[in-house]
């Protein structure tokens, strides 16, 4: 059974609910691999640290630091990925063997756990298939960290740091060290697109806040 849940075989194609399901199976990241455990991730290196190019964003959410902690932690899969740019494949879970779809119930964001995202750029005119992992979940420091997968476009780390402010809100930062092999993508597109994304994502974030103290 266990066999079963980490095979890429067991990926299941009709929960996915898009018309581009077809990438979500046959993308770089799956090559060659049989297993899902198979998959490891590129993070950043502080020893190799001049090879990478940084970006930072900061968001502030007027709401105490424990409950958009608790939020970060715990939102649905279809509240986080409910936005134009980013869709939602699928999560496969490497310490529990287990895979989750936009739609399942799940416990939440934990270390070891891979997603796999569609990011739909220029108007949907280009489409590419992302892979991460989580890396690091800090209760104490209030930190998730996010690795990129190994054989995709770009290589490094996110990390989503929380703190409390002066009048008692919340400030997200959110830093990115990455690299690939064109400075030309790494400097003017990269920096764009992404920023883009993280907007729609912590916006996503916000909004499900706000739902819940309705």
Sequence with gaps: MILAQ???????????????????????YLENITNLDDLYPDCYSKT?????????????????????????KTISLKDTYSGNLVNLGFVYSKNKHKIYYVNDDYEGICEGQVYFIRLNLLGGLKK????????????????????????????GSQR???YKTKNGYTKIEHKTFYKSNSKLRDKRIYPIFHRKIVNELHNNLIVSLNKNQK
Excluded at 128 to 155: H, P, R, W
């Design 128 to 155: 590419l298939i992302v892979a991460y992992e989580v890396t690091k979940v800090d209760d104490e420091k209030k930190m998730i960290q996010f690795c990129y997968i190994n054989k995709g476009i770009s290589e």
């Design 6 to 28: 980490c095979s890429v075989e067991s990926i299941n194609p009709k929960k996915i609910p898009l018309r581009h399901k077809y990438k979500f199976i046959h993308n770089k």
């Design 160 to 162: 989503v740091f929380l």
């Design 48 to 72: 190799d640290s001049d090879l990478y190019y940084s970006q930072e964003d900061s968001f502030i959410v007027k709401e105490n630091i424990n409950t958009v902690w608790n939020k970060y």
